[in-house]
């Protein structure tokens, strides 16, 4: 496999407040990320609200100028381009490659436009093509997300919340993208409605050989979807790995709280678990020293409060975690067996 | 990546496809509008009156004659008694008389029905220019001989013809009103545009520079700056003049409007999406901000200009708007100032009924716009 995007220590920090009579005061949002992706995976990243996976989503986009670190993505031949030092100008070319779709179909589709011109609008600012043959790309790619051609000169006001994101999945897909960025792209969808459109995303995947990045509060979803999962709190990466492996065994005590959470439609098989997450996330402009999450974790201790863990490797598993304790916490997973592969 | 694969059953032909402009989309809907459909007609009847005034009116506006101070309205008639007792088609007015109160001893004039003196359509006359630059020599209407009175409407303090007047004057109210939202609306997009668009200290510093003129009471601002154009100067001149200093406070209504839509728009998804297509902020802003807030545009376009047309009315009520010879409504209006006036020659508030009349169409015609532009209404 073959490294599509890596991120190198990225912070993104907000100013907050700061006016004539004010002191300003800085929100850390992101906290000296590292990750990779590779070529052809699909790429969850979960956490709880506000823990810094959209921002990661939208800086990594380029959609928010980041505070400091590097994003590189990594094209055929090989070589590096560095995303974040390149200004407007200079990164239209890799906005082909690198696509979003957005979370709320109902603001993210331009309701003045028809749906032709909403798809059609990237090939035109990319200068790709016009008249006859931009009209076949349009209606080919709405044709392979669903949408039939005698909708396209339609307002979006006129479909539904599942086929809206369809379109956005056609604005994402009509240039032809290799890395596309989906936020939390499923949650404003109702359940029967997320099940078709996370098969359609698998199916596109494989048609355009895309890689994805997913982020999602929804594990389950994340479960259907992903190939490796990394888990995000306070604008850190606590746990990344497997997805398997992640459901199986986690290895950082947040992972085990979210998975604990889980909703498991069995009742024989929810043994006894508790199913709320306990505490609060505190707030991100007043963090706790050490390690991030020492505030609601039960297996906490002095080290915790003192020392901030690193995210490094486990030993002998491809998971790595930020916990003093990763190898000696015998954390519980969500399933006993290899998980279920099928929801909805 | 292959893009030319369909899934089938589905029908890929352009050619079939249904489209409709957005324009033919709106008018459908503001169809629906009746009121806005009637307004609309008599707006453009009016402004077909501005554009055609030298055509429709039937004398000189400023032609004036002593022997018909303050004559009444003739009216307009079309039916003589003949002779024999019967009826003929004949479109005429009938002449005056003089009649002497002997109470107040004063002279008044008294429709006579007795003279008649017949009204031409399409009667030659002398050769003007229509709207400056078309050479004509046929009017609307008049009479034959020059020398007998025609006043439709009645005649003013120095005996002019109140409906060349007033058609004339149609003219100068209707495009001062014009001219006037057009040239906020410039500023109020640009200004308001950049503001919303960008933020920051420039968008603090033009709300602050809003917010002050604004606070200022518009009448005393308008009658200083009104007093403080030179008297010599010519008449386009001052028109232009106070064209300006009406747009002065018309913009910032506008400009606002303008900011508070694009500071909601710029953190919309569509426009995220738009910039991550590679969008430059110009077509941003001219393609995927500005049509969502046309409607808002229209509106507060459309329903700003009664607001100019009455607030030049009433600055050259009070004397320091346009000055005449320029005849507008405001100028005419100038005319019905003092209660004698309005007693003996209460014809002379008929430019007051053309200010209601327009007003009220131009509000009705932007709110069926406003409606119809929504793509979200009905």
């Not at chain 1, 889980?262 to 996330?281: C, N």
């Not at chain 2, 006043?151 to 001219?179: E, K, N, P």
Request: net charge neutral.
């Amino acid at each position: 496999m073959t490294t599509l995007l890596s991120v190198e220590n990225l912070s993104k920090v907000y100013t907050l407040g700061g006016g004539l009579f004010k002191q300003s005061r800085d929100l850390v949002a992101l906290n000296d990320i590292n990750l990779t992706v590779e070529a052809g995976e699909t790429l969850a990243i979960v956490g709880e609200s506000g823990c810094g996976k959209t921002t990661l989503g939208r800086c990594i986009i380029k959609a928010q100028p980041v505070t400091e670190g590097k994003v590189f993505y990594h094209q055929e031949g090989g070589q590096k381009v560095e995303l974040t030092s390149l200004d407007k100008r200079a990164i239209k070319p890799w906005r082909r490659d690198i696509r979003m779709i957005f979370q709320d179909p109902m603001s993210s589709l331009n309701p003045n436009m028809r749906v032709f011109d909403i798809v059609a609008e990237p090939l035109r600012v990319h200068k790709i093509c016009k008249g006859r043959e931009l009209e076949d790309r349009v209606v080919s790619t709405l044709a392979k997300v669903g949408i039939p051609a005698d909708a396209i000169g339609r307002y979006p006001h006129a479909f539904s919340g599942g086929q809206r994101q369809r379109i956005g999945i056609a604005r994402a897909l009509v240039l032809d993208p290799k890395l596309v960025i989906a936020d939390e792209a499923v949650s404003a969808l109702d359940v029967s409605i997320q099940a078709q459109v996370l098969n359609l995303l698998d199916d596109l995947k494989e048609e355009f050989g895309l890689t994805y990045i997913f982020i999602s509060h929804d594990l389950g979803v994340v479960n259907y979807i992903a190939d490796r999962v990394v888990v995000m709190y306070l604008g850190h990466v606590v746990e990344t790995s497997p997805t398997e492996l992640l459901f199986e065994r986690p290895r950082h005590p947040y992972t085990e709280m979210l998975l604990e959470a889980l909703p498991i439609a069995d009742p024989s098989r929810r043994k006894g678990r508790s199913k709320e997450l306990t505490g609060e996330i505190p707030y991100l402009g007043n963090r706790p020293k050490g390690c991030p999450f020492h505030t609601r974790c039960k297996y906490a201790e002095d080290r915790c409060r003192e020392q901030k863990p690193e995210l490094r490797p486990i030993n002998g598993t491809a998971q790595s975690a930020a916990c003093h304790f990763a190898e000696k916490l015998n954390l519980k997973g969500a399933y006993e067996a290899a998980p279920q592969k099928v929801i909805a | 990546m292959a893009l030319d694969t369909v899934a089938p059953g589905v029908d890929v032909a352009p050619a079939k496809l249904k489209r409709e402009s957005q324009l033919a989309l709106m008018w459908r809907r503001f169809k629906r509008h009746q009121l806005a459909v009637i307004s609309l007609w008599i707006v453009v009847f009016f402004y077909l009156v501005a554009a055609i005034a030298e055509f429709l009116a039937p004398t000189d506006p400023s032609a004036y004659s002593a022997r018909y101070t303050y004559a009444p309205p003739q009216g307009l008639h079309f039916i003589v008694a003949t002779e024999g007792g019967g009826w003929a088609f004949q479109p005429h007015v009938n002449g005056y008389k003089t009649e002497v109160d002997p109470k107040a001893m004063r002279r008044s004039f008294v429709i006579d029905p007795e003279v008649i003196i017949p009204v031409q359509f399409f009667a030659p006359s002398k050769p003007y220019l229509l709207a400056g630059f078309i050479p004509m020599s046929v009017k609307f209407m008049g009479v034959e001989d020059p020398r007998d009175p025609f006043y439709v409407l009645g005649a003013d303090r120095l005996g002019r013809d109140l409906l060349s007047r007033l058609i004339h004057g149609t003219r100068i109210s209707l495009s001062i009103g014009l001219a006037g939202v057009t040239l906020s609306l410039f500023f109020g997009i640009v200004i308001g545009g950049f503001a919303g668009y960008y933020g920051g200290w420039f968008d603090s510093a033009v709300m602050r520079v809003v917010e002050f003129i604004r606070s200022m009471p518009t009448i005393p601002l308008w009658l200083g700056l009104a007093a403080a154009l030179p008297k010599d100067w010519s008449a386009l001149q001052t028109y232009f003049a106070i064209t300006l200093i009406l747009s002065l406070i018309g913009w910032t209504e506008l400009a606002r409007v303008v900011r508070g839509r694009f500071l909601s728009l710029r953190t919309e998804d569509f426009v995220t999406a738009a910039q991550l297509d590679g969008a430059s902020d110009w077509r941003i802003v001219t393609r995927h901000m500005v049509p969502s807030f046309t409607s808002h545009i229209i509106a507060a376009a459309t329903l700003a200009i009664p607001g100019m047309i009455l607030a030049e009315t009433a600055l050259s009520f009070l004397g320091l708007g346009l000055q005449p010879p320029i005849v507008s409504w405001g100028t005419l209006l100038q005319e019905a100032q003092n209660i004698r006036t309005l007693a003996t020659a209460p014809w002379l508030l008929t430019p007051g009924v053309c200010v209601v009349i327009v007003i009220l169409a131009l509000n009705f015609f932007g709110d069926g716009l406003r409606d119809a532009a929504d793509p979200h209404g009905r």
